[in-house]
């Protein structure tokens, strides 16, 4: 015999190259442990990733409407609408509507509303939004988006309850 995987028991031989039934249960059982464990974890953080998006995109579009408010010349107000519709909204540079929608499992707790950018890009009182998403076990993401009377807005992120 020239040993490609064929040994000798008892003079008759014997093909080694495939695994033995208990030894694929082993690795099913061992794979079905890690996806166990991983899927949640990873649906965590998919949570997580989206309010982190929805708040930085928000803050991205204060920043914008307040380049649009001293670019212009013009008022610009970014008016932040709670429940039920879960939006907000400013006039772009083409002086049309831009409507942001939150997105899936992100909500609007509260919000000053509208933050108004004057034509120096100030606001007339300092301005807040929060954003929340519910975590597993009882937890929620919140993040706050706080645009000083300067019109520049910082993000500050806390984990509330799990």
């Given at each position: 015999m020239s040993g490609q995987g064929l040994r000798r028991r008892?003079?008759?031989?014997?093909d080694r190259r495939?695994?033995?039934?208990?030894?694929?249960?082993a690795v099913l059982a061992i794979a079905g442990l890690v996806l166990a464990v991983a899927v949640p974890?990873?649906?965590e953080q998919?949570?997580?990733?989206?309010?982190?998006?929805a708040a930085d995109q928000l803050s991205t579009s204060l920043k914008a409407a307040r380049m649009i408010a001293v670019s212009k010349r013009k008022v610009i107000d970014v008016a932040v609408a709670v429940a039920p519709s879960n939006s907000y909204s400013y006039?772009?540079?083409d002086g049309k509507t831009r409507t942001i929608a939150m997105p899936d499992g992100v909500r609007i707790v509260s919000s000053?509303?509208?933050?108004?950018?004057?034509?120096d890009g100030s606001?007339?009182?300092q301005a807040t939004t929060v954003l929340e998403a519910d975590l597993t076990g009882g937890a929620k993401e919140r993040w706050t988006i706080t645009t000083s009377v300067l019109g520049v807005s910082?993000?500050?992120?806390k984990r509330l309850g799990g």
């Amino acid at each position: 015999m020239s040993g490609q995987g064929l040994r000798r028991r008892s003079g008759a031989a014997v093909d080694r190259r495939g695994f033995s039934l208990p030894e694929l249960l082993a690795v099913l059982a061992i794979a079905g442990l890690v996806l166990a464990v991983a899927v949640p974890l990873i649906a965590e953080q998919v949570r997580q990733a989206k309010v982190r998006t929805a708040a930085d995109q928000l803050s991205t579009s204060l920043k914008a409407a307040r380049m649009i408010a001293v670019s212009k010349r013009k008022v610009i107000d970014v008016a932040v609408a709670v429940a039920p519709s879960n939006s907000y909204s400013y006039e772009g540079t083409d002086g049309k509507t831009r409507t942001i929608a939150m997105p899936d499992g992100v909500r609007i707790v509260s919000s000053t509303t509208p933050i108004r950018f004057k034509l120096d890009g100030s606001l007339p009182a300092q301005a807040t939004t929060v954003l929340e998403a519910d975590l597993t076990g009882g937890a929620k993401e919140r993040w706050t988006i706080t645009t000083s009377v300067l019109g520049v807005s910082t993000v500050t992120r806390k984990r509330l309850g799990g």
